[in-house]
């Protein structure tokens, strides 16, 4: 789960996986698996959510619509 926008009454489910092989745990944030997470609303409402690497760049992006739109 990414961030506090991850509360259960939401209804969770799997969108984007990615996770250090079997039996490794404790790796350097240099391993590739060190995300955070940026949203952004543009001027009609839609909301965008990125799950960025340690470089920045996006590994997942979803965009949601408010309603009636």
Same mark, same amino acid.
């Given at each position: 789960?990414?961030?506090? %926008?991850?509360?259960?009454?939401?209804?969770?489910?799997?969108?984007?996986?990615?996770?250090?092989?079997? $039996?490794?745990?404790? %790796?350097?944030?240099?391993?590739?698996?060190?995300?955070?997470?940026?949203?952004?609303?543009?001027?009609?409402?839609? %909301?965008?959510?990125? %799950?960025?690497?340690?470089?920045?760049?996006?590994?997942?992006?979803?965009?949601?619509?408010? $309603?009636?739109?």
């Amino acid at each position: 789960m990414a961030g506090p %926008l991850n509360a259960g009454t939401f209804g969770p489910q799997l969108v984007f996986f990615k996770a250090p092989p079997p $039996r490794q745990a404790n %790796l350097s944030p240099y391993s590739g698996f060190q995300f955070f997470g940026e949203v952004n609303i543009d001027t009609g409402g839609s %909301l965008t959510v990125d %799950l960025r690497d340690i470089n920045g760049v996006s590994v997942f992006s979803k965009t949601l619509q408010p $309603r009636g739109h």
